[in-house]
């Protein structure tokens, strides 16, 4: 089945830099990539996606880049903001349309 | 335009007891999977529901089952629960051979 493995497990920047989060995963199969966002207490809200015959996708400060030869994709967040700090998950599907989480990354923006 | 609920938000249980949890899809949408978020951790895929019938699972054990109804609403039993069972359940509605999959706002089982 899909491994997918998330680093780095805490990621703290001050507002406005950059974050970049990187996933890698098993199966060259697959082929859908998306990412979520999950704020303390709430949902796991879908916030990028990409699937496996595009490069990078942008939306707005937000972006996520794929390397299938290398089995890796990233995302990456510029001029963060406060209302950023969340834990960050990637996933992958193993087979079928179930998705294969990573651990998260729990990411802080300080002011 | 509705989106995934479920109920009830909290939920405590004593072990060996058994729990239903349910979810309502989002509008338009005819596929239910349900996920184990443990803390700290990523959710875990338990089964994938479509048509009233279980469609894929992940590595569960027969305690955890499943019911979806036709207006697509879905139901996660739990039997003989365990210490271990105590996590944020979260039910997640797509569209059928779509991935993407849009959560709702998980119930917090806690096993005592």
């Known amino acids: 089945g899909e491994n997918v493995e998330q680093h780095p497990s805490t990621l703290s920047v001050q507002e406005g830099d950059s974050a970049v989060i990187k996933c890698t995963y098993s199966?060259?199969?697959?082929?859908?990539f998306p990412w979520y966002k999950q704020e303390l207490g709430k949902r796991p809200q879908l916030i990028i996606d990409?699937?496996?015959?595009?490069g990078e996708k942008k939306d707005q400060r937000i972006a996520v880049t794929l390397n299938k030869t290398a089995k890796h994709f990233s995302l990456h967040i510029t001029e963060t903001q406060p209302e950023d700090s969340a834990v960050y998950f990637c996933?992958?599907?193993?087979?079928?349309?179930?998705?294969?989480f990573g651990k998260g990354t729990s990411l802080l923006v300080t002011p | 335009d509705a989106g995934v609920t479920q109920s009830p938000t909290h939920l405590i249980k004593t072990r060996g007891q058994q729990v239903t949890l349910r979810c309502s899809p989002k509008?338009?949408?005819?596929?239910v999977s349900w996920y184990q978020q443990a803390l700290g951790q990523g959710p875990q895929f338990i089964f994938q529901?479509?048509?009233?019938?279980?469609?894929q699972r992940g590595n569960f054990p027969d305690r955890f089952s499943g019911h979806q109804f036709p207006n697509y609403s879905s139901e996660l039993n739990v039997n003989a629960l365990l210490l271990g069972d105590s996590a944020l359940y979260l039910c997640?509605?797509?569209?059928?051979?779509?991935?993407?999959?849009?959560f709702g706002p998980g119930t917090r089982l806690t096993v005592t």
């Open positions: 199966d060259s199969a697959s082929n859908y």
């Open positions: 997640a509605s797509s569209l059928l051979a779509r991935y993407e999959q849009y």
């Open positions: 529901y479509y048509e009233e019938e279980e469609r």
């Open positions: 509008s338009g949408h005819d596929t």
């Open positions: 990409i699937r496996s015959n595009v």
């Open positions: 996933a992958a599907p193993p087979d079928g349309y179930a998705l294969n």
